[in-house]
């Protein structure tokens, strides 16, 4: 395998000087690896395999990635900044072409890798939370002037809620699960807010809320670190790049970095909200972007960090009940342990609604 690996990076090379493949991450969807060469250790670069289950067209992924990074580059290279930014690079094959389709079928492509930067599965101090809320309004500030509808729809329903709910409804029907403790208490969690699903679907509807470009996956995980300055650099795994509402990327950034247990613990009893990483994120996110946000915007930001957290927790729950077929796993309850994670937040989120009120208060007119 490793020899596929290596001669599969140097088709993104010219020198074909990669000798060592390694893998990289935890993604739960696709396949992550880093690639090195032995002569120049500096220009290792990102080599991935994408789940083309999820992402049925890979190659919109790659154009609307290669339209967005191309984009925040001249946005960047525009306007003087004292900050360093880094916006990842797409790599082309000897043939020109943004990803390579191997013996097997399976769909590659490579990246440039971001120098001198790290990446935290949680965190827990105001510094750090911070830069979180200055890297999602850095990518928001610089693709806020790219016409969503340039970006292809690659992964259609994506943060939709009442579609998850849907999908939830007809997987429990028509599977057969045990009844336990926690499969219980996931599903009248999940009975208990159904309400709750179209909140922005509605608002977006009646024209509060406009379509925009989105992440779509802004965990904490994904916003880069330089090493010595401990500032933010980059915010990378722009797979979910395409047209949607910045509310979703706003929700996931803080239900992942406000959890300063992190998404995969199993002390259930340890998950909480955190309102002071909240309030450093949202301060340096609104200083960011506030010359954009509108007053509809504020006031669909409490829902959508307890719809997003609601929503994740309904994806890892239906895919638990459905076999473990979209998010990877290490054990079979894997995705069930992560869906009541998730709820115990939601929960966390609720307990704290007049605390995380007040945050925005302060930037509401
Ligand atoms: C998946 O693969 P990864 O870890 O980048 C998922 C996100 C979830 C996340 C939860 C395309 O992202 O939506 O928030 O897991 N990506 C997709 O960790 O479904
Ligand atoms: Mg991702």
Request: some cysteine; glycine content about 4%.
């Amino acid at each position: 395998m490793t020899d596929k690996l290596v001669a599969i990076a140097n088709t993104f090379t010219p020198d074909k000087n990669v000798t060592r493949v390694r893998p990289l991450g935890n993604g739960n969807i696709n396949d992550t690896f880093l690639a090195t060469t032995a002569s120049q250790p500096e220009t290792s670069f990102i080599l991935q395999r994408i789940n083309t289950q999820v992402f049925r067209q890979p190659q919109w992924v790659m154009q609307n990635i290669r339209i967005c990074t191309e984009h925040m580059r001249s946005r960047c290279q525009s306007t003087s900044s004292d900050r360093r930014w880094d916006v990842p690079v797409v790599f082309l094959t000897e043939k020109g072409q943004d990803h390579h389709i191997d013996a097997d079928g399976s769909f590659w492509r490579a990246m440039s890798a971001i120098k001198n930067a790290e990446s935290f599965d949680t965190i827990d101090d105001a510094e750090r939370a911070a830069e979180v809320g200055y890297a999602l309004g850095t990518f928001h500030r610089l693709t806020i002037d790219l016409p969503p509808e340039k970006l292809a729809d690659t992964l259609e329903g994506f943060h939709i809620t009442p579609r998850y709910l849907q999908q939830y409804e007809i997987v429990r029907e028509k599977t057969t699960h045990p009844e336990t403790p926690d499969t219980q208490y996931c599903e009248k969690f999940i009975g208990d807010r159904a309400l709750l699903a179209p909140v922005l679907e509605a608002a977006k509807q009646r024209g509060k809320l406009p379509l925009r470009l989105m992440h779509g996956d802004p965990k904490i995980n994904n916003v880069l670190f330089d090493r010595q300055t401990k500032k933010a650099v980059s915010l990378i795994d722009l797979d979910t790049v395409k047209p949607g509402l910045i509310h979703y990327d706003i929700g996931d950034c803080l239900r992942s970095a406000c959890n300063p247990a992190g998404e995969e613990t199993q002390n259930w009893d340890e998950v909480y909200f955190d309102t002071d990483l909240c309030r450093a994120i949202l301060h340096s996110y609104l200083a960011v972007t506030h010359t954009f946000l509108t007053e509809n915007d504020l006031a669909y930001f409490y829902d959508s960090i307890r719809l997003i957290t609601f929503e994740l927790g309904l994806r890892f729950f239906t895919d638990y009940l459905a076999g473990n077929i979209y998010f990877k796993v290490r054990y079979p309850e894997h995705n069930l342990a992560r869906a009541i994670v998730q709820f115990k937040l939601v929960e966390s989120i609720e307990s704290r609604e007049r605390s995380i009120a007040l945050i925005f208060k302060q930037f509401q007119s």
